[in-house]
């Protein structure tokens, strides 16, 4: 294993400690976290409820601020995790799509090390699903393939994939929208059947109300897992399990109800949660989509943490964040308003060192 040395950031003075850190120990690297930049050229708005200002202009100048702060880490992160939404569904509106994801794209351009985009509802409310996957927010490039287990090789019917930014510590970025209507040639065969899920949860006339529904969770902004992407899930964490490894997943839409509002879960949560409680080697789960953020360890040990969304945060404060990993948890030092949080593993599970 490498032993490189990682230098941990100052904490911010201003906002609480979750309890002193590993300052004993070096970490053994670290990764960034940043989610639902929405950037759009228009002058601030509102959430659909009108309780949070959503600053669509501002929000590229923290994207370029967190760059620079990774940029000019003593010890930079391995990675930076890019939970999607990166720019607006408003870009569509004033066709704009293109130009707006064309001013984040070379905001991330500066950036010194590999980032890591996963699509959320407001990628499809501008692009098609085929037109994705051709973009530059397209990274399965940099995915890691296990040699000789053909099985953990992700299906092109879904964008997800696994990669190793340092030994025996696996991400997994999945599809949230594998299921879904958002992105989806209305004409196929695939549309027809999200539609079918949808509108056997939802009678409501607008689908992405959640009024009187038993499982709020299935509106049109959501999506899901298909059982293809669940199975393949299951074989990469299978093989984790099997060597010793750590995993970090990363997902647009949260799966835990404990640390999400439920309007904001994937449709079939508890399908995806059912495969990660069946493994030992999940350490945490990384999603954006709320804007508020939320935080919960679940019953099998596993840390969900719904990260601040950088749209609805004011231009004096910051939303992003920096994950140190140690052999025993990892740390996640937030800026502005993305809080601190230590994330033990297992007990009895540390990394071997
Ligand atoms: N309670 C609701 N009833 C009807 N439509 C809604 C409701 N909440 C959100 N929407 C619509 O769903 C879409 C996504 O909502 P929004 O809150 O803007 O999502 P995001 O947080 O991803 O930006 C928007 O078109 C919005 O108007």
Known sequence: MRTEKVRVEAMDDAKPSPGPPSETSEPLFSFGVIADVQYADLEDGYNFQGSRRRHYRHSLVHLRGAIEHWNAAGSPPRCVLQLGDVIDGYNAQHDASEEALGLVLDAFQTLSVPVHHAWGNHEFYNFSRDYLTRS????KFLEDRIVRHPETVPSENYYAY???????????????????????????????????????HNPNAEL??????VEPQYVQFNGGFSQEQLNWLNEVLTFSDTN????????HVPIYPEASDSVCLAWNYRDALAVIWSHECVVCFFAGHTHDGGYSEDPC?????NLEGVIETAPDSQAFGTVYVYPDKMLLKGRGRVPDRT?????????PV
């Open 136 to 139: 530059k927010l397209n990274t």
């Open 162 to 200: 696994h990669f190793v930014p340092f030994p025996q510590f696996r991400f997994i970025l999945l599809d949230a929208y594998d299921l879904s209507v958002l992105g989806v040639d209305e004409s196929s065969a695939k549309y027809q059947q999200c539609l079918e899920i949808l509108k056997a």
């Open 208 to 213: 992405n109300s959640p009024e009187g529904l």
């Open 244 to 251: 010793q490894e750590k995993v970090v997943i990363v997902s």
């Open 301 to 305: 040990g596993v840390h969900h943490i």
């Open 343 to 351: 994330m033990n593993y297992k007990a009895g599970n540390a990394f």
